[in-house]
């Protein structure tokens, strides 16, 4: 199981002004956490709650359906292109990044024991977009168009001009080089796959884009480049049981729950900085960004009353931003809380030599690159208490589909904990839909043409 080591955010440690006296905290808000824990486990299974992401480990008949559809169109595709952006593309770029070998892409077929390469188009950049299509034979790419409303439009823009391409160079077959992920029923994709004959996996009701990675979502691109679905969901379960206990002193993710939320309400510190000390895991900064940010950031609690609340992600990844956030960190204003990521054993070790033995670099002889990492994340993390700068540690013992899956499960439950205690719907994205509509206007979709007046007078004095 993953751990978490919070006593640099304690009293003890950072001091009384910027510290929480943690066990007296715990104590303060164990029958709140514990009604939480288990409110939150009882609405998981009844519609329109938001909740249904806390049973995708248990959703055997997906689990069952991807990996057939995987070993069916096993060997026949040397590319895997997802279409998707925000939730539909952000847990998955973060899992392939830390499970498949490093610079997968650039490896010989060989190398990738004969699993395709996989692309993410996660915007909607023209040069970039323009950049991919030249270099990728889409004849021998399979594309994963994921939308659950079918109405997003820079994957449905993106679809439009892949599809056309395929049409183009396979005539009536592109069919067979498209899969859909969408609403099991209704929205313009769903129509379209269905017209179309496009093979379909469903975006489950009732999970939020950006809690949807163990979805077909995520599963199916896992599965596709032959990850361990098996052992992400084992995962998941390990961890599920383990955060269902209702006890604080007990549940990694309730705890850090009321760290942050605590130092936000009682210390002023609304930063939340994710800082893992592996590249491969560079990218569940970013899906940890969207998550935290659109959970958290709202303007109305459940009373409706007006709040604009919720503490800012940033992403850093170490021992890279070292040398370029950590002087802000600990000099800067004292309005953060560091979440370091560490692992304990990586996959490979990197000697260093024992030269230079007679100069000012001779101490690094004989050591390893797996141990100045972890040196470092270790000594950032006193450093920071040193200045008083309140910080946990998240440790994994390795980079696996169990231990990543339990990473990415344990912050999905935090969250909702978090969302809370602070009394808001941390499920909807009001906050949103405004700039899509907008984007609806000015692009001249039907039923939006009140709304492009309104637009374009706005422009014109802004």
């Known amino acids: 199981?993953?751990?978490?080591?919070?006593?640099?955010?304690?009293?003890?440690?950072?001091?009384?002004?910027?510290?929480?006296?943690?066990?007296?905290?715990?104590?303060?808000?164990?029958?709140?956490?514990?009604?939480?824990i288990s409110d939150l486990n009882k609405r998981k299974d009844k519609n329109g709650?938001?909740?249904?992401?806390?049973?995708?480990?248990?959703?055997?008949?997906?689990?069952?359906?991807?990996?057939?559809?995987?070993?069916?169109?096993?060997?026949?595709?040397?590319?895997?292109?997802?279409?998707?952006?925000?939730?539909?593309?952000?847990?998955?770029?973060?899992?392939?990044?830390?499970?498949?070998?490093?610079?997968?892409?650039?490896?010989?077929?060989?190398?990738?024991?004969?699993?395709?390469?996989?692309?993410?188009?996660?915007?909607?950049?023209?040069?970039?977009?323009?950049?991919?299509?030249e270099v990728l034979d889409l004849k021998k790419t399979l594309v994963n168009v994921i939308t659950k409303s079918g109405s997003t439009a820079e994957t449905m823009s993106q679809f439009?001009?892949?599809?056309?391409?395929?049409?183009?160079?396979?005539?009536?077959?592109?069919?067979?080089?498209?899969v859909a992920t969408t609403d099991k029923k209704t929205g313009i994709l769903r129509q379209i796959a269905e017209q179309e004959g496009y093979k379909t996996f469903v975006?489950?009701?009732?999970?939020?884009?950006?809690?949807?990675?163990?979805?077909?979502?995520?599963?199916?691109?896992?599965?596709?480049?032959?990850?361990?679905?098996?052992?992400?969901?084992?995962?998941?379960?390990?961890?599920?049981?383990?955060?269902?206990?209702?006890?604080i002193h007990n549940n990694i993710a309730a705890q850090n729950a009321l760290i942050h939320y605590l130092m936000d309400t009682k210390k002023g510190k609304n930063l939340s900085v994710m800082m893992p000390y592996s590249s491969r895991l560079k990218y569940v900064s970013d899906w940890y960004v969207q998550l935290w940010a659109e959970s958290l950031g709202k303007n109305k609690d459940k009373e409706g009353n007006d709040v604009n609340i919720g503490p800012t992600p940033i992403k850093a990844l170490g021992a890279t931003d070292q040398h370029s956030q950590i002087q802000l960190y600990n000099e800067g204003p004292n309005d953060k809380v560091i979440n370091f990521i560490r692992v304990e054993n990586f996959d490979t070790q990197l000697d260093i030599p024992n030269i230079f033995e007679y100069t000012g670099i001779g101490y690094l002889g004989g050591k390893t690159i797996n141990q100045l990492i972890n040196a470092e994340a270790d000594s950032t993390r006193v450093a920071l208490s040193d200045y008083n700068r309140p910080n946990v540690t998240i440790t994994l013992e390795k980079i696996d589909s169990y231990n990543v899956?339990?990473?990415?499960?344990?912050?999905?439950?935090?969250?909702?904990?978090?969302?809370?205690?602070?009394?808001?719907?941390?499920?909807?994205?009001?906050?949103?839909?405004?700039?899509?509509?907008?984007?609806?206007?000015?692009?001249?979709?039907?039923?939006?043409?009140?709304?492009?007046?309104?637009?374009?007078?706005k422009m014109a004095t802004v």
């Open 49 to 133: 709650q938001w909740l249904q992401w806390m049973n995708l480990g248990y959703n055997e008949e997906t689990l069952w359906y991807v990996k057939e559809y995987a070993a069916m169109v096993k060997g026949r595709f040397d590319n895997i292109l997802v279409l998707g952006i925000g939730g539909s593309a952000l847990g998955g770029i973060a899992v392939t990044e830390a499970l498949l070998k490093p610079y997968w892409n650039l490896l010989s077929e060989e190398q990738r024991d004969g699993l395709p390469r996989i692309f993410f188009l996660d915007n909607i950049d023209p040069d970039t977009m323009n950049g991919l299509f």
């Open 203 to 247: 975006v489950p009701d009732d999970v939020g884009g950006r809690f949807s990675v163990f979805s077909a979502v995520g599963l199916l691109p896992f599965a596709l480049v032959g990850l361990d679905i098996d052992e992400m969901v084992n995962g998941i379960k390990d961890m599920d049981l383990a955060l269902k206990n209702t006890d």
């Open 405 to 457: 899956a339990q990473l990415l499960y344990m912050l999905e439950i935090q969250t909702a904990i978090t969302g809370e205690l602070y009394n808001i719907d941390a499920f909807n994205q009001p906050g949103v839909e405004q700039a899509k509509n907008y984007t609806y206007a000015l692009m001249g979709r039907v039923g939006y043409e009140e709304s492009a007046q309104t637009l374009q007078a």
């Open 1 to 36: 199981m993953i751990k978490l080591n919070c006593k640099n955010a304690d009293v003890r440690v950072v001091g009384e002004e910027n510290g929480l006296d943690l066990e007296l905290e715990f104590n303060n808000y164990k029958d709140k956490i514990a009604n939480i």
């Open 160 to 178: 439009m001009i892949v599809k056309d391409r395929l049409e183009k160079e396979l005539g009536d077959n592109y069919r067979y080089n498209i």
